[in-house]
């Protein structure tokens, strides 16, 4: 392992520490001349360290008085990660812990670690071991707030819910899908039943990279195909409105399963870099029906551009759905966060409304499994008075610990105006 992937993993666990930050910002402050094995080594410390991070706490401070500074502090929680990682290498790991303390920090600092890390190797494994069933227990056992592990009881259960916590402490699964010309890969495994999506080996980058520059392959998890291909389904021709588009993935699936009687997807989405990102996306993977607009949903008219038969709504959410890969954001919400979500959510809905068609369909998704942001909101729509000319024909939920894919909650609407 390099030495440099680790002092730079430490670096990023201790901006983190101090305040919470999305993993892709965090990532971009790795020296840019690094190859792609010091940035995989590195990433794979800072996401681990994350993930676990208060489990690695909770070992840590039972053998200190009071936590050290920021940067040493960082050390012992990267460590640790490894340590509970690999745990046959404990010895070899502390030693090499240690002579990095070292060479940073003071002689009073190297031996803290040195003490420290020998007896965090053995109360890891106990750690792990247990298996709580108080919420603040669960907490720190399975690295999550505690007020959303309250939450969480609170809607699904007890028993459902730890399932959902070992979920996300799993390692991510990647899955793909073609755009266009598939090809059998041994690197790609099918999911079956007739899924287009498939699973991707662990080590494959250096063979399906190529085939993402190239337009041909599309990363992109199952989950995210309910809601275009429940707006498909509900509409056979004409437009498409795909609302907070960026940074495409569902534009481009639509694209490529559409029936031709589809004319035209209108993506919309704030300017910005995710808005070039989606645009960069389109023209790569050759999507034709797809026009990108860059545009505040609360500021377009409807006589710019028109109505629509199928809108599709995937709003911002706490993304509770996808803390299996987004390890930062259980960290970055709030109970009052959470609440602004909410009302930003039906503000979006609403004005989603109008762009539909008589007779069309409106998708509302999210990727939450969170009942506020996918039921409640829908209901609180459909009892104002720009949803009273809608009513609900569907909904699916995705559990992620139950369907072994990311969450998501769809509704399809229908505007019954004649």
């Known amino acids: 392992m390099s030495d440099d992937s680790w002092s730079v993993a430490v670096e990023l666990v201790a901006n983190f520490s101090r305040k919470p930050a999305r993993m892709s910002h965090l990532l971009e402050q790795m020296p840019p001349q690094w190859d792609s094995g010091k940035r995989r080594t590195c990433q794979s410390l800072l996401f681990g360290t994350v993930r676990h991070i ?6 840590l401070d039972e053998f200190l008085r009071r936590r050290p500074k920021p940067l040493v502090w960082a050390s012992l929680l990267v460590a640790s990660r490894e340590l509970m990682e690999n745990p046959d290498r404990g010895a070899k790991i502390v030693h090499h812990a240690v002579e990095r303390i070292g060479k940073r920090f003071s002689k009073v600092e190297k031996g803290l670690a040195n003490a420290v890390l020998r007896k965090v190797a053995g109360r890891l494994p106990e750690l792990l071991c247990m298996e709580p069933s108080a919420a603040k227990d669960l907490a720190w056992r399975y690295s999550h707030p505690e007020w959303l592990v309250n939450r969480w009881i609170e809607q699904f259960g007890l028993e459902e819910t730890v399932a959902f916590l070992r ?9 793909a899908r073609w755009q266009w010309d598939p090809e059998e890969l041994e690197e790609l495994k099918p999911l079956g039943d007739g899924s287009p999506f498939f699973r991707v080996e ?10 993402i520059e190239a337009g041909r392959l599309y990363v992109q998890n199952p989950a995210a195909s309910l809601a275009p291909s429940l707006l498909l389904d509900a509409v056979g021709q004409g437009r498409l409105l795909d609302l907070c588009a960026a940074p495409g993935g569902k534009g ?8 031709t009687e589809i004319r035209e997807i209108v993506s919309v989405d704030l300017a910005g870099p995710r808005f070039e990102r ?3 996306n389109y023209d790569r993977y050759q999507a034709k029906r797809v026009r990108a607009l860059a545009a505040d949903i609360f500021e377009l008219e409807q006589e710019s551009v028109g109505v629509f038969d199928g809108v599709l709504l995937d709003a911002p959410c706490s993304n509770s759905g996808v803390l299996q890969h987004k390890v930062d954001a259980r960290w970055r919400q709030s109970p009052e966060g959470l609440v602004d979500l909410v009302e930003l959510q039906g503000r979006l809905l609403a004005s989603a409304s109008g762009f539909v068609k008589d007779g069309g369909a409106l998708v509302y998704s999210t990727c939450s ?7 409640s909101v829908v209901s609180a729509f459909l009892e104002t008075e720009k949803g009273k000319p809608f009513a609900l024909e569907e909904s699916k939920l995705s559990l992620p610990w139950r369907d072994a894919r990311d969450g998501a909650g769809v509704f399809l609407l229908r ?4």
């Open 54 to 59: 208060r489990l690695l706490e909770r070992a």
């Open 167 to 175: 979920w996300n402490q799993a390692e991510a699964g990647v899955f």
């Open 202 to 211: 662990p080590g494959s980058w250096r063979v399906i990279s190529p085939l």
């Open 252 to 259: 481009l699936f639509m694209d490529s399963i559409a029936p």
């Open 278 to 280: 989606m645009k960069g």
């Open 369 to 375: 499994v969170d009942t506020d942001e996918n039921e």
């Open 415 to 418: 505007n019954t105006s004649c």
